[in-house]
């Protein structure tokens, strides 16, 4: 799902919250200061989309809300503000998959930002992604860009597969309906983590799928589900860095595994697929030969 492009030729100022797939429409100018605005919830989940001054934060249940950054939102850490800067973060290092919390106002029927706070654990993940380079990509900022553009491409459909080699899948399978991970399940995960953790240049692509029981937007908005509860799970408990994840998506009933005619069919495409992959710019950079 792709958001609307910021408009603000006019005075007044609206944004629409995203659930369900719907896009954020924006007109106006933001306000000059958020001081005195009515208080908005507290928002917590993964970024799953950025465009232009618009946020998109995905929830653990899957519930997405569309907020505003506006010039003077703060972006700081627990452990105080990242980067050279003592007030305030650039908005650009607010990435995709990036762990925060959210405080907001309301405003013109929306909801703009005042504080966006990364967890403690996030704080070296965020310092690299503020620098734009990690030490053992030091060498491969081209690369690395070429990634960053890549995960925006990957949003909606994984259109760009074939830039990468596929080091390894582990599928994660679910019941009717259902994207709640069992222990085994878990534990299948953190070991695709640290198998990906031994590979150079390594990252993941999370894709969700559903059987072809049910509504398209349903089957869309259940696949989204699964892939936001792995993702979640891999970079909480796995340890699983963020700037190590290409932008996860929900593929429905698409590119079924098997026939989804028979139940055993359908069990098998109720899944979420854990793909290892290296971009070809950089595979078997440091291998020696």
């Known amino acids: 799902m792709l958001l609307a492009a910021v408009a603000l030729p006019a005075s007044s100022l609206s944004a629409q919250q995203v659930d369900g797939g719907d896009p954020i429409t924006v007109t106006g100018q933001l306000p000059a200061t958020l001081k005195g605005l009515p208080e908005g919830p507290e928002i917590k989940g993964m970024i799953t989309a950025r465009k232009g001054g618009q946020m998109q934060v995905t929830a ?143 990252l993941l692509l999370v894709v969700g799928y559903t059987d072809a029981v049910g509504g398209e937007d349903y089957n869309q908005a259940l696949s989204e589900k699964r892939a936001a509860k792995v993702v979640n799970y891999l970079q909480q408990k796995c340890g699983w860095a963020p700037y190590r994840m290409l932008t996860p998506t929900g593929m429905a009933e698409a590119d079924p595994a098997a026939d989804n005619t028979t139940a055993e069919g359908k069990a098998q495409n109720r899944r979420v697929a854990v793909n290892i992959l290296v971009s070809k710019a950089v595979d078997g950079i440091g291998e020696g030969g």
């Open 60 to 202: 653990d249940n899957g519930a997405s809300t569309a907020v505003l950054v506006a010039p003077t939102t703060e972006i700081k850490s627990s452990g105080g503000f990242l980067g050279l800067d003592k007030d305030k973060l650039s908005a650009a290092s607010l990435l995709n998959g990036l762990p925060v919390t959210v405080k907001t106002v309301q405003y013109g029927g929306g909801l703009i930002a005042t504080q966006v706070k990364l967890k403690d654990k996030n704080l070296a993940t965020a310092s690299m992604i503020r620098n734009g380079t990690a030490q053992r990509f030091g060498e491969h900022d081209t690369a690395i860009a070429q990634n960053a553009a890549a995960t925006e491409a990957l949003r909606g459909r994984v259109g760009d597969i074939d830039q990468y080699n596929i080091k390894g899948t582990t599928n994660i399978y679910f019941d009717t309906g259902k994207w709640a991970l069992s222990r085994d399940e878990e534990a299948q995960l953190c070991a695709a983590a640290t198998q990906a953790k031994a590979m150079d240049n390594a």
